[in-house]
């Protein structure tokens, strides 16, 4: 939308007008839930898509920030954000929604996959069926300009898949979030939106936290932090988890219904996320196979994205990863500083979850969505062959895609594998700025002394081999373009390769100021970080474009953490 064009949606009405719940109105309801929505207590759900279920909204509730680049795309006028009306609904507190809105939101449960393993005993019935939305709760769809959009509060109470938690979210956390998921837009990286954040002037909760200067690796001590709403928009939040629960339960048998629930969903995947390429004439083994074809293209451009921007996802279950093909959970994430293979910031994640193990990560969430489609292949024998196929694949075409990634990144025409692993390996020995060495690397420079701005050791034992690494790539993009179109090259390699990314670092001050009312940073965050190629001034470039200070090394709660809460 032109930033001169009237905002077409000014109050909630406007919206409300908008509003569209395929959801609720086309798949199938748990049968033992409260049509009330008063649904807040763990309990199993043994069928149904849905659980209807009413926010619990957050006590005086304050604004925090709202996207207005999100708010523009959208059509939404900025001062909406700060309307009473509008507020109440974004904190959880549904009860004077303008019709045709609905006072109920809902819930769904999914499966548990880890690194390709199914998970059960885990839930607290040791049956899976405790899984699920445990503090997420979406309470509107909405269809503007043909695009819908599903809007879910972060942070939003307990539901039947709390598994005894309080279905709240601190402040912290959705800071971390609100910031993550609108710099990653702008990254050009497919993910959920932010729509808005707004935090209690009263209520606390408890959380698992680091002291100040630990190095455990385990929190050390309980804080009460504030809890916040934090609204996140996609297209539909359907995981590949949800689509193994309905699968599951199909080979199971586990009711009557389960094979036309299994199909139902799938046919709702593919009305929200696959209708413009997927021809609704097919048959439904056809449907199926394309399906897998696409979700495959999705998923392995993604990683190579995540990669290419330095993001590790950190806890790459099923349960997230969305069945869309975009980024969906914003937990224990992190980008990396040191550039390490291994850069892991959650410490349960392992090596399985690691940053240049993601590709793989990615493939067992893969084969996962594809054994929950093959039960409604039945005995197509052809149509069964086609997914086992499309799932072998999947690794050649993961290669495809980072090699493309790791080209563009080097401003190669085609991708170079000794050059690049001579280069990881260096960026390795040598403690390597990841972001830093591949912007100052798109500068194009004459000799390797502007990269070593990205350094943090000496480098002199390695310059020799620095220095013949660096001439060997000069002579490959020399070879491939005229000194006239250096500086074309260099822009293009700039849009690939950010200058600023959401360093953990960065985003720790943000939240402590806010915890203390003060949200200032949090805003001058969400303005730097939604220009995250663009040269900005050289007071940003220095408090923001720089290597991570010493102190912040091994620092639990800014190098690490158990969970973000």
């Known amino acids: 939308m032109n930033s001169n064009q009237k905002r077409s949606i000014i109050t909630l009405s406007d919206l409300a007008n908008l509003a569209d719940y395929s959801l609720m109105d086309t798949l199938t309801p748990d ?23 009413t926010p619990t909204p957050i006590e005086s509730p304050e604004y925090v920030t709202h996207s207005t680049r ?24 549904l009860s004077g929604v303008p019709e045709p809105m609905r006072k109920v939101g809902w819930v769904t449960g999914y499966a ?17 069926n405790g899984y699920g939305d445990g503090r997420a709760i979406s309470v509107l769809e909405v269809l503007i300009n043909g695009q819908r959009w599903e809007m879910q509060l972060k942070g939003s109470g307990r539901t039947p898949y709390s598994r005894g938690a309080d279905g709240r979210a601190v402040l912290r956390s959705s800071v971390r979030e609100f910031l993550a998921q609108e710099h990653m837009h702008v990254l050009g ?37 504030p809890v916040a709403i934090s609204t996140r928009v996609a297209p539909s939040f359907i995981r590949v988890g949800q689509l193994e629960l309905f699968g599951r339960r199909a080979r199971w048998e586990s009711h009557p219904q389960a094979m036309a629930e299994l199909e139902q969903i799938v046919l709702h995947l593919i009305d929200r996320e696959y209708a413009d390429v997927i021809d609704p004439q097919l048959s439904m083994t056809q449907e199926v196979v394309q399906l897998a074809r696409e979700f495959r293209s999705r998923l392995t451009s ?46 349960g994640g392992g090596k399985h979850y690691s940053f240049l193990n993601q590709p793989v990560a990615a493939e067992r969430n ?48 085609t991708f170079n594998e000794a050059l690049l692993h001579e280069l990881l390996t260096l960026m390795v020995q040598t403690s390597v700025d990841y972001t830093i060495f591949f912007r100052e690397l798109s500068a194009i420079p004459d000799d390797i002394t502007p990269l070593k701005k990205s350094f943090y050791t000496d480098s002199t034992a390695l310059d020799e081999r620095w220095s013949a690494w660096f001439t060997q790539w000069k002579v490959l993009i020399y070879n491939a373009a005229t000194s006239q179109s250096h500086e074309t090259l260099s822009r293009q390699m700039k849009r690939v390769n950010p200058k600023y990314v959401l360093r953990e670092w960065f985003v720790v001050p943000a939240y402590k100021a806010a915890a203390a009312g003060d949200y200032t940073l949090v805003r001058e965050l969400q303005d730097i ?24 090394f091994e620092a639990g709660g800014t190098s690490h953490y158990s969970c973000s809460s």
């Open 302 to 347: 993604l990683i190579a994205n995540w990669i290419r921007v330095g993001f590790c996802q950190g806890n790459f279950n099923s349960d997230n990863c969305a069945a869309g093909g975009f980024t969906l959970d914003y937990g224990p994430f992190g980008f990396c500083d040191v550039f390490d293979p291994y850069f892991q910031p959650w410490t």
């Open 189 to 225: 990286v497919p993910t959920s939106r932010s729509l808005s954040l707004y935090v209690s002037n009263t209520e606390t909760v408890k959380r698992p936290w680091y002291s100040e200067g630990s190095r455990a690796q385990d929190p050390d001590i309980l804080v009460a932090d």
């Open 70 to 93: 999100f708010f523009h795309e959208l059509g939404f006028a900025d001062d909406l954000a700060q309307s009473t009306d509008f507020i109440k609904l974004f904190s959880g507190d």
């Open 529 to 552: 970080m939604t220009q995250p190629y663009d040269e900005q001034s050289q007071a940003v470039d220095g408090k923001y474009n720089r290597l991570k200070p010493a102190q912040f």
């Open 112 to 128: 548990l996959s880890m690194y390709g393993r199914e998970y059960i005993q885990q839930c607290p019935f040791k049956t899976g």
């Open 31 to 53: 049968p033992d839930a409260e049509a009330s929505g008063a649904d807040h207590a763990p309990r199993q759900v043994f069928s149904g898509h849905y659980v209807p279920v």
């Open 366 to 413: 893969f084969a996962s969505f594809c054994s929950a489609l093959k039960p409604l292949l039945g005995s197509d024998t052809e149509a069964l062959q086609q997914l086992e196929a499309i799932q072998r694949d999947f690794p050649n075409v993961m290669q495809t895609q980072m090699h493309e990634m790791w080209a563009a990144k080097l401003g190669l025409e």
